[in-house]
């Protein structure tokens, strides 16, 4: 009988550290699974509140030919007789959770033309942007995610010591010019007219 009780024993304790390990690893992937869900969100988040200063560099860009020497100027734009507002808050980066922007100067006046995430981390969202994202694909930094605002029409030159990027440079196969500063609304549709380049004309077949 002491022997059965011991070899009992012995089992049930093997039984409870097999359980301690399955219980360990089951919690690990649960870990996983809810780390790259959040960092999907913030991805999310990050195109949204992208999208938003885009757009609201543009409107101010719009609204006098020049960009915003800061972004508080997004929220407060008295160039005008009756103040503009162009953004209704300063978002944070949802990437590092701080107001830790990078901005992007114009290479002519050095004021602000775009912002980007100042987080060195390596994005998960890899295909699948919107055309005026299209730059983003296949990047391995947030830091590379530039919501920049091109403000050019057809044949118009872009400010001095700008380039496009070669993703999105005229071809054969995208004959109009590309114009990074298509900008949509965060929910869809398109800004204020003047803001947006029009829509090239149908080619012949």
């Known amino acids: 009988m002491p022997g059965s009780l011991n070899c009992a024993r012995g089992f049930t304790y093997i039984g409870l550290l097999v359980a301690v390990v ?67 808050q300063l978002y944070p980066d949802p990437i590092t959770g701080g107001a830790d922007w990078t901005l992007i100067p114009d290479p002519s006046s050095q004021r602000i033309m775009g912002v980007a995430s100042s987080s060195k981390a390596a994005p998960i969202k890899r295909k699948g942007f919107e055309l005026v994202d299209a730059v983003f694909a296949d990047t391995e930094c947030y830091c590379v995610w530039q919501f920049i605002y091109w403000p050019r029409r057809f044949g118009a030159p872009l400010p001095s010591g700008v380039n496009v990027p070669p993703s999105t440079a005229p071809n054969p196969g995208n004959p109009a010019p590309f114009n990074p500063g298509l900008n949509t609304q965060p929910g869809g549709g398109l800004l204020t007219p003047g803001t947006t380049m029009p829509v090239p004309p149908a080619r012949p077949r």
């Not at 360990?24 to 990050?46: A, C, D, F, K, N």
């Not at 992208?50 to 407060?76: E, K, T, W």
């Open 22 to 88: 399955i219980i360990g690893l089951l919690l690990t992937v649960v870990s996983r699974v809810w780390t790259t869900t959040m960092q999907r969100e913030r991805e999310t988040q990050l195109l949204w509140v992208g999208h938003a200063y885009r757009n609201a560099i543009a409107s101010y860009y719009v609204h006098g030919r020049q960009f915003p020497q800061s972004l508080q100027q997004l929220l407060q734009d008295d160039r005008s007789p009756v103040p503009l507002r162009h953004l209704r």
